[in-house]
């Protein structure tokens, strides 16, 4: 018997929303072991003073459980 945890990661990205998500889920793997499905929830872009865009990208993640 598997027992799952999910949780939520904003991965953010000066390129794009699939760049972003890909950094969410790079960053997590270095912590979580055994990601399973990664959701994406929302996008949305970031605009700064300058006139500068950041892609955000919502996902839910979900891994094994290690007791």
Not at 13 to 40: N, Q, Y
């Amino acid at each position: 018997m598997s027992v799952y945890r999910v949780t939520d990661l904003v991965g953010t990205s000066t390129e794009s929303w699939e760049d972003a998500a890909a950094a969410a889920i790079k960053v997590a793997s270095g912590t979580l072991r055994d990601l399973r499905v990664a959701e994406v929830l929302t996008q949305d872009i970031h605009v700064d003073e300058s006139g500068g865009l950041t892609y955000r990208t919502k996902i839910r993640v979900s891994f094994k459980y290690q007791k």
